[in-house]
């Protein structure tokens, strides 16, 4: 009986040595920019194909325009990805509703996504333009108060630092990620001052140590863009704790 129960003892103690430092459980792969590997990024159709993909995060990034619209866009000019030239930021909304996307596809208002979501998933908001923060926070408010979506929800990011600041002085409780394209230990002290949940950085050159000692001040770590196999991996060996993906259904 003593020798089944030390054998049985020892079968756990393997078996915890060989589970992964993040199993699929708690790795987090969030749709970067919807799934924008398989459908024009951040609209609603990248979004949704992200959602039938099965994740439980996307992440899109947004400008405040000219009109004070808030438009779900990556690129400070429109000339790359639509029909149209010129800064989106100087934009009135009839003017960005005109454009048109690869694919066929309009540039969505943050607001007609979350509509689309409907609080299926959670989401990122990446605050890519200046003077984003308190529109957004009003959208998040209003989603919070008057929909189904729950706070906890929403996560805020940004590499505009100063955008996290007006965020979080406006709301003590929104989750907050710091992005970062620089070592990611020199913001630990901001992400302590913001009191966020995460710090997230370029995926190249991430180190293990680093990830520890992100983790050691109470952060996680999701790293961007990680859309090969072998460098997915390579991210779960190092102990991140999510990835931002073009094609998520490669880390699901
Ligand atoms: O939030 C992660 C990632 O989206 C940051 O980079 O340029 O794709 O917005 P970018
Ligand atoms: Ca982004």
């Known amino acids: 009986m003593k020798k089944m129960i030390l054998g049985g003892l020892g079968l756990l103690l393997i078996l915890t040595a060989c589970k992964p430092m993040n199993s699929s459980d708690d790795f987090l792969v969030i749709g970067h920019r919807g799934a924008m590997g398989y459908v024009t990024e951040n609209t609603v159709a990248s979004v ?4 039938d993909l099965g994740v439980p995060m996307v992440e899109i990034d947004v400008f405040r325009i000219r009109s004070g619209e808030l438009m779900v866009f990556h690129d400070d000019r429109v000339d790359e990805l639509t029909n149209g030239a010129g800064a989106i930021e100087d934009m ?3 003017e960005v509703k005109g454009l048109t996307l690869k694919g066929g596809h309009q540039i969505p208002m943050l607001q007609e996504v ?6 299926r998933i959670s989401i990122n908001i990446e605050l890519k333009g200046a003077g984003t923060a308190a529109a957004v926070n009003q959208v998040v408010n209003y989603y919070v108060q008057h ?3 729950k706070l906890d ?9 100063d955008e996290l ?3 979080r002085e406006l709301n003590p409780e929104v989750a907050i990620a710091v992005l970062t394209e620089e070592n990611p230990i020199d ?7 913001l009191k966020a949940i995460a710090i997230n950085p370029w995926y190249k050159n991430l180190t293990a140590e680093q990830v520890t000692a992100i983790h050691d001040k109470g952060f996680k770590v999701f790293t ?4 090969e196999l072998e460098e997915i991996d390579q991210m779960k060996s190092i102990g991140v704790d999510g990835i931002f993906c073009n094609y998520p259904d490669r880390a699901l």
Request: charged letters at 30%.
């Open 165 to 167: 600041e007006a965020i």
């Open 92 to 94: 009135f909304v009839t």
């Open 187 to 193: 913001a630990i002290e901001t992400a302590e001052r």
């Open 48 to 51: 949704e194909k992200a959602i």
């Open 147 to 149: 929909r189904d979506w």
């Open 114 to 119: 979350l509509d689309a979501v409907d609080a």
């Open 224 to 227: 961007y863009t990680v859309n």
């Open 153 to 161: 929800q929403f996560v805020i990011s940004s590499f505009r630092w």
